[in-house]
């Protein structure tokens, strides 16, 4: 947030704006950040690839073409929304036990609010069931939607990405 309010102050709003300086002056305004600024707006990004990774969540999102008001239509972009992650979901072999909801509002400002259960969940009513829960609340009079968003996190298992376990030729260790 500090640095968004310095780079606003300073009439830096885009990739281009910060592009128009030089290293030396991003340096000067950012400290040693600034190097990495003057690279990455160029393209450069020397740090390592890490195929690798744990899945922390999975999740999906969409804005809307017209920003809604009625909540039937938020149910049912929801439901759209909800069976993308539980395909995600399915295709990983995960479930959640924290279901996350994202609101952006038609003014751009964002919430979020989530849910954490016991159980873990991964099913497509349940995951639909506890984001209509949580945004019925989040709906404000007479502000629009342009953005809902579910992520389902909090695993309990670390998960690598990068490959099935099939795919290495071992034995599990533990039955699912």
């Known amino acids: 947030?500090?640095?968004?309010?310095?780079?606003?102050?300073?009439?830096?709003?885009?990739?281009?704006?910060?592009?128009?300086?030089?290293?030396?002056?991003?340096?000067?305004?950012?400290?040693?950040?600034?190097?990495?600024?003057?690279?990455?707006?160029?393209?450069?990004?020397?740090?390592?690839?890490?195929?690798?990774?744990?899945?922390?969540?999975?999740?999906?999102?969409?804005?809307?073409?017209?920003?809604?008001?009625?909540?039937?239509?938020?149910?049912?972009?929801?439901?759209?929304?909800?069976?993308?992650?539980?395909?995600?979901?399915?295709?990983?072999?995960?479930?959640?036990?924290?279901?996350?909801?994202k609101v952006k509002y038609s003014d751009f400002k964002q919430i979020t609010r989530s849910q954490s259960l016991i159980n873990p969940i991964s099913d497509l009513d349940d995951v639909l069931s506890i984001a209509k829960h949580l945004l019925t609340p989040s709906i404000v009079e007479g502000k629009k939607v342009r953005l809902l968003g579910v992520t389902l996190s909090n695993f309990g298992e670390k998960l690598i990405t990068h490959k099935k376990q099939e795919d290495y030729g071992q034995l599990r260790l533990f039955e699912d």
């Open 1 to 101: 947030k500090v640095t968004a309010e310095k780079m606003k102050r300073m009439n830096l709003f885009t990739g281009a704006d910060l592009k128009k300086l030089t290293e030396q002056e991003l340096v000067n305004h950012f400290g040693k950040v600034g190097h990495f600024y003057y690279g990455i707006v160029r393209g450069i990004d020397n740090r390592s690839v890490e195929p690798e990774r744990e899945t922390k969540s999975v999740g999906a999102e969409d804005t809307f073409l017209h920003d809604l008001s009625d909540i039937n239509d938020m149910y049912e972009e929801l439901g759209h929304i909800a069976q993308t992650v539980c395909n995600r979901l399915k295709k990983y072999n995960l479930k959640g036990r924290t279901v996350t909801l």
